[in-house]
């Protein structure tokens, strides 16, 4: 099983929209809701998703998807 951070997808948000968070070969990215692709360290991703985990902002909603085929 890869456990690698490019197997996993994060999704995070609300009812009325979503925001995705991924590792590829030039590291940590951001998709807004809009689609617009922000560059991430690992420090900022980690500061928008604590938050939601921690429950300092309510209704909001996280999922993590892995996927076996990523690259390794």
Do not use: C
């Not at 490019?6 to 979503?18: E, P, Q």
């Not at 991430?40 to 309510?58: R, S």
């Amino acid at each position: 099983m890869n456990l690698k951070n490019k197997s996993y997808v994060i999704l995070m948000g609300t009812k009325n929209f979503t925001e995705k968070y991924f590792k590829d070969k030039d590291g940590w990215l951001k998709i807004s809701a809009r689609g617009k692709e922000f560059r991430m360290t690992a420090e900022q991703v980690l500061n928008h998703l604590l938050p939601a985990f921690a429950g300092v902002k309510p209704n909001l909603i996280i999922k993590v998807e892995h996927h076996e085929s990523a690259n390794k």
